[in-house]
């Protein structure tokens, strides 16, 4: 079993509607989340993280976790064409010699189209 | 305010030859993590740094080896390169933020074994 998972893509949504991409982690140790997107030939960029079971909301994304499940999700509302990207889900660890370490999924491919 | 520099950010390299990798952090931050990332996949964790300590170390060959310096600067030297080194390299600048470690990157090193 990977220590993270993200949905297989590629995701396809149409412009306005919501995308979904949704993560799974094994280690129950974890405290941090992390959702990065990443352009093609660019570098990851953090646009959300969470750490408290529920709902944290920012502009158009939210990210929800659900430690009991190990589960963590990333709603984007009113998709655009801008969003396009690969999203990468990280997980962090409890510290320790887990500090700064990072654990990511293979990420989702989202395309958005008009 | 400068975000993470990393150079060179393109090189090409022979079989069996040595490359030095190198990161600047953001103004503040003393840790820092490098992570490759192949095509297709999601960053794979190298090293950790945190004030000139390694503090991390993912599951990589001993002829990946890194460093951090007084002004919390790091240089990532791999030797012997192989074909399969041929990746993105990337460079974290992490801050410690009592419950989470948000950590950014750099615009990364894309190095072509040849």
Not at chain 1, 19 to 30: K, Q
Not at chain 1, 39 to 63: C, H, Q, V, W
Not at chain 2, 72 to 96: F, I, K, P, R, T
Request: net charge positive; aromatic share 12%; glycine share 10%.
């Amino acid at each position: 079993q990977k220590e993270v998972e993200q949905n297989s893509g590629p995701l396809s949504v149409p412009e306005g509607a919501i995308a979904s991409l949704n993560c799974t982690y094994s280690d129950r140790g974890s405290q941090s989340f992390f959702w990065y997107r990443q352009y093609s030939g660019k570098s990851p960029e953090l646009i959300m993280f969470i750490y408290s079971n529920g709902d944290k909301e920012d502009g158009r994304f939210t990210a929800q976790l659900n430690k009991a499940s190990q589960y963590v999700s990333l709603l984007i509302r009113d998709s655009q064409p801008s969003d396009s990207a690969t999203y990468l889900c990280a997980v962090q660890g409890a510290g320790g010699t887990s500090y700064g370490k990072l654990t990511f999924g293979q990420g989702t491919i989202l395309t958005v189209h008009p | 305010d400068a975000g993470v520099t990393q150079s060179p950010t393109h090189l090409i390299k022979t079989r069996g030859q040595h490359v030095t990798l190198r990161c600047s952090p953001i103004s503040g931050h003393k840790s820092v993590s490098w992570y490759q990332q192949v095509l297709g996949q999601g960053p794979q964790f190298i090293f950790q740094y945190y004030e000139k300590e390694e503090r991390g170390r993912g599951n990589f060959p001993d002829r990946f080896s890194a460093r951090q310096f007084p002004n919390y600067s790091s240089e990532l030297n791999v030797n012997a390169l192989l074909l399969g080194d041929s990746a993105l390299y990337l460079c974290a600048s992490s801050s410690y933020r009592g419950r989470y470690t948000e950590a950014f990157f750099g615009q990364g090193t894309r190095l072509t074994v040849v």
